[in-house]
């Protein structure tokens, strides 16, 4: 573990990482905690959000508290943050870093399948952040938001487009809300990594390649996939206080993925539409173990 930061850093911050119960989430909802914040976790799998809890809290004590809640739905995402705020007082953050996707043909998808994934994204990333926003404005204390994107919203994400597009929103999201919020002690920020593989990604952007970083490091200047760790510093240091003018930023964190060509899926051009079936079935499969344990 490379970790920059001196222990305590956190402390006395209270923290919301959205999707928290696994992949990125996670790892960030780790990293805070371990750093002496309070955390909150939600997600639609309260099974997976309590295993996460008890093993984060088992390894570095504090709080983990979780919430079984679907984003796309307005009232049941406000009535989550106002749980949050009656269980101890505002939060201090808010990551949104839950999302949906999958890789598919454009042509391919349906309305319902486009909605999916902009519901999750596009939707439900606002719906946290204004709940969250609108009691930080009203309590008049100060706040900080990290949404997760992807380095797609400046050139383009085929085969992701409702992602891409999704994301797009956030990233100018996070730009006018910075403006807007600004004098209020609100900021936001947003990251957007290049390849940190994490299974629930992999089974619907890579179907059927390992999350060793084998096979997705190709176009990566730096010759290799992210490094967890790398992800973590960076949300902490702009969760952390000592860099508040910091804010309406998008940084990457790609190896110069994205600078060197893209860093997005052109390369999938080539698939038949056979190979296409193949992978729809690997994500549906996916999709269908994920389902099965939902409590929302
Ligand atoms: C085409 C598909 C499809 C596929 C689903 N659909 N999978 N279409 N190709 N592979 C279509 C379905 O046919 C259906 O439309 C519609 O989408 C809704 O499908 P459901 O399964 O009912 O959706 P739902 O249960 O709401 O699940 C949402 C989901 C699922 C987005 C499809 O994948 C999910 O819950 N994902 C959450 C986790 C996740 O995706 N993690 C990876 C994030 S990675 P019809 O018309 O048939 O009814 C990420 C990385 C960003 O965001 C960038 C990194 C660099």
Redesign the pocket.
């Known amino acids: 573990m490379v970790s920059m930061f001196r222990d305590g850093l956190l402390k006395g911050k209270r923290i919301l990482v959205t999707?928290g119960g696994t992949?990125l989430g996670k790892e960030m909802a780790e990293d805070y905690l371990r750093l002496g914040a309070e955390v909150y976790i939600c997600g639609?799998r309260k099974n997976v959000l309590d295993e996460t809890a008890k093993e984060l809290m088992d390894r570095h004590g504090g709080s983990v508290k979780t919430h079984s809640v679907d984003i796309r739905v307005a009232q049941a995402v406000d009535d989550m943050v106002g749980e949050i705020w009656a269980d101890g007082g505002p939060l201090s953050g808010l990551v949104n870093n839950a999302?949906?996707?999958?890789?598919?043909p454009t042509k391919?998808?349906?309305?319902?399948?486009f909605?999916?994934?902009a519901n999750?994204?596009f939707h439900g990333s606002f719906y946290v952040t204004h709940a969250v926003g609108t009691r930080w404005i009203a309590d008049k204390v100060k706040g900080s938001v990290i949404s997760i994107l992807?380095?797609?919203i400046w050139n383009g994400g085929p085969f992701?487009v409702p992602?891409a597009m999704s994301?797009a929103g956030i990233n100018i999201m996070t730009k006018s809300l910075a403006a807007e919020w600004g004098p209020y002690g609100i900021r936001l920020n947003a990251i957007a990594?290049?390849?940190f593989p994490t299974e629930?990604?992999w089974?619907?952007?890579s179907p059927g390649q390992s999350t060793d970083g084998e096979g997705s490091r190709e176009g990566i200047p730096m010759g290799r996939v992210g490094e967890m760790d790398e992800l973590k510093n960076l949300a902490t240091f702009l969760m952390g206080d000592g860099c508040e003018y910091l804010t309406g930023q998008t940084i990457a964190i790609d190896g110069a993925g994205y600078s060197a060509g893209g860093g997005n899926f052109s390369r999938l051009s080539k698939l038949t539409d056979d190979d296409w079936g193949k992978?729809?079935e690997m994500?549906?499969s996916?999709?269908d173990k994920?389902?099965a344990q939902r409590s929302v």
């Not at 999302?99 to 598919?104: D, E």
């Open positions: 999707g992949g639609r999302a949906g996707n999958f890789i598919s391919d998808l349906s309305p319902r399948g909605d999916a994934i999750i994204v992807t380095t797609w992701t992602s994301k990594p290049g390849p629930g990604a089974a619907r952007l992978m729809r994500i549906r996916a999709n994920d389902k």
